[in-house]
């Protein structure tokens, strides 16, 4: 019985499974990143380290690894798996996404609440400071509600405010205004 080897670029229903394997190895080095950050945390501020290292150990766990375990699945996944996960995550919170018009109300409603929190956040500690009792009692629920303040004024101006604020960014991009009736 003569069994024939094939040497060179694998079968289609071979390359489907290797790509599923490496899709799963690239979410589960993903997963592990986030866990493995966020489950180190405990650890270190438990540790009797200074506070300044602990908060510096702490950010790396928190931002760093997740980012570098993301590389390491992207190098395992490949780019068709990655642009497949990509499509598919992306697919399922697109709901929560900003619609790219609105209405000229909900907009300006949107750029009153933007505009207040961010000078209220710049100008907050040197106005009034005995007014605002209730900044001082609860520091951290007042800046809770500001951060969530500026979220909902992003969500309310739309997905087309990002692409106003990203021209910022671009130099030659051009102002065109539409022509009043």
Same mark, same amino acid.
């Given at each position: 019985? &003569?069994?024939?080897?094939?040497?060179?670029?694998?079968?289609?229903? &071979?390359?489907?499974?290797?790509?599923?394997?490496?899709?799963?190895? +690239?979410?589960?080095?993903?997963?592990?990143?986030?866990?493995?950050?966020?489950?180190?945390?405990?650890?270190?501020?438990?540790?009797?380290?200074?506070?300044?290292?602990?908060?510096?150990? &702490? $950010?790396?766990?928190?931002? +760093?690894?997740?980012?570098?375990?993301?590389?390491?699945?992207?190098?395992?996944? $490949?780019?068709? $798996?990655?642009?497949?996960?990509?499509?598919?995550?992306?697919?399922?919170?697109?709901?929560?996404?900003?619609?790219?018009?609105?209405?000229?109300?909900?907009?300006?409603?949107?750029?009153?609440?933007?505009?207040?929190?961010?000078?209220?956040?710049?100008?907050?500690?040197?106005?009034?400071?005995?007014?605002?009792?209730?900044?001082?009692?609860?520091?951290?629920?007042?800046?809770?509600? $500001?951060?969530?303040?500026?979220?909902?004024?992003?969500?309310?101006? +739309?997905?087309?405010?990002?692409?106003?604020?990203?021209?910022?960014?671009?130099?030659?991009?051009?102002?065109?205004?539409?022509?009043?009736?």
């Amino acid at each position: 019985m &003569n069994t024939i080897y094939s040497i060179g670029p694998p079968t289609p229903a &071979n390359s489907d499974v290797r790509q599923k394997r490496r899709l799963i190895l +690239g979410v589960v080095v993903w997963a592990a990143g986030w866990i493995l950050g966020l489950a180190l945390i405990p650890v270190v501020n438990a540790s009797d380290l200074a506070t300044a290292l602990k908060a510096t150990l &702490n $950010g790396i766990l928190l931002l +760093g690894f997740p980012k570098l375990f993301l590389l390491l699945a992207v190098a395992i996944m $490949g780019k068709p $798996g990655f642009a497949y996960l990509k499509s598919l995550l992306g697919s399922h919170f697109r709901r929560f996404a900003p619609p790219a018009a609105v209405s000229a109300g909900r907009y300006r409603a949107g750029l009153i609440l933007l505009i207040s929190m961010v000078v209220l956040g710049s100008i907050g500690d040197y106005v009034a400071t005995d007014v605002i009792s209730l900044r001082d009692e609860h520091p951290r629920l007042v800046a809770l509600t $500001g951060d969530l303040l500026l979220l909902v004024s992003l969500f309310l101006l +739309g997905g087309d405010f990002w692409d106003k604020v990203r021209s910022l960014f671009v130099q030659d991009a051009r102002v065109v205004f539409p022509q009043t009736k």
